[in-house]
């Protein structure tokens, strides 16, 4: 019934930019809280980006602050993360993840809706 589909992944240069696209289907525009979550080879997923669908309200891991922007568009009802100053660190598979709660949360285990995700490839 809900289904995350993820888009815009590719391959940038260190210092470039790239946008993350996450049209939600069967999802109430105001559903919770949707995030973008990230895991690269032999390293352990981390959460990246939170949004509350409610209010707004916004978290972002440490390492992306400054960086990356999350954002909805509710019209296409479409989860963003706008990625600036990219670093090598950043490449990863990227996802984009859904929880009917309302609590903003970077932990993986608390969302129970995936997309299929996405790569992410810097290079210097």
């Known amino acids: 019934q809900v289904q995350l589909v993820e888009s815009g992944g590719g391959s940038v240069q260190a210092g470039g930019s790239l946008r993350l696209s996450c049209a939600a289907s069967?999802?109430?525009?105001?559903?919770?809280?949707m995030g973008w979550f990230r895991q690269a080879p032999g390293e352990e997923g981390e959460g990246v980006a939170t949004?509350?669908?409610?209010?707004?309200?916004?978290y972002y891991v440490d390492s992306v602050k400054g960086r990356f922007t999350i954002s909805k568009d509710n019209a296409k009802n479409t989860l963003y993360l706008q990625m600036n100053s990219l670093k090598v660190e950043d490449t990863a598979m990227y996802y984009c993840a859904a929880d009917g709660r309302w609590a903003l949360s970077l932990m993986p285990y608390y969302y129970n809706v995936w997309g299929q995700g996405t790569q992410v490839t810097v290079s210097s």
């Open positions: 069967g999802l109430p525009q105001r559903s919770g809280c």
């Open positions: 949004f509350n669908t409610g209010d707004g309200r916004i």
